[in-house]
């Protein structure tokens, strides 16, 4: 029996977010289920990595029952973050190279060393160098922003663009720190970093044991973005959006037209 295609369906992915134009969802024609999702998913990467991107590091997806209802999927996911993707601290983003965008605010780690699977939460600080604010930009290469699991795994986890506001010392607790998610000054979006699996920091040990499934480990000097603190907000042309974590500071972004 003849499996999906997965480098067509990695092309269509690609394409899909090269044009800013939906197509319809790929996993029930086509027969994909998790594990070969993640394999387009890493096709999807050497595509970009084949015309010059880097990797820069992992993030976390559906780490918040407020994701995991919006979007319709209860499993937690992981995908890949390169270099085109970073959008400086303030910087601009054009609302016109996606799709549908949405906004949403998280926690981001950088990695001092190369963590051990499944090690304690208490070497946490051993292992990450510093802690930042962050905002996702999500844009689902699929059609009204609807999809299968198999179906967002092979879209790289709708990774479209971040930001990560300023480093700082990991404090000593990060597991009910207060968000805010504000757009044009008003607060859209109001959560915890309790949202994040409890703790964001289980998120990076999560992070380590489902990508170490499929070859993939994290290394030194990497960004991990540890998942969504609230449920995502449609990005509008010309909003200025704004992240705020206590404790942890802000990180902003701009949408022009």
Known sequence: MIGPDIAGIAEKLGVAADTATAIPQLAAETGLDVDTAYAVQTALL?????????????????????????????????????????????????????IHP??????????????????????????VRAVAPAIEL????YANFTFSLPDVIADNTSAAAFVVG??????????????????????????????????????????LRLAGRHGVRLREGWLFLAGAATAAVPLRPGAHVRAVVEKLGTATLRASS
Request: proline share 7%; net charge negative; glycine share 12%.
């Open 102 to 127: 949405r906004v949403e605010p998280e926690v981001a780690f950088l990695l001092d060393r190369l963590p051990e699977p499944g090690e304690p939460v208490g070497a946490f600080t051993d292992a």
């Open 138 to 141: 999500i844009d689902s290469r």
């Open 166 to 207: 300023p480093w700082s010392p990991v404090p000593e607790g990060l597991d009910n720190l207060g968000v805010l998610l504000e757009i044009d000054g008003r607060v859209a979006q109001v959560g915890s970093t309790a949202a994040i699996l409890g703790d964001p920091r289980r998120a990076l040990d999560e992070g």
């Open 46 to 98: 050497e595509r970009r990595l084949d015309r010059g991107e880097r990797l820069v590091g992992l993030k976390m997806g559906l780490t918040s029952k407020a994701k995991m209802a919006q979007v319709g999927v209860d499993e937690v996911i992981w995908g890949r973050l390169t270099d085109v993707m970073r959008v400086p601290d303030g910087g601009n983003v054009d609302v016109a190279a996606f």
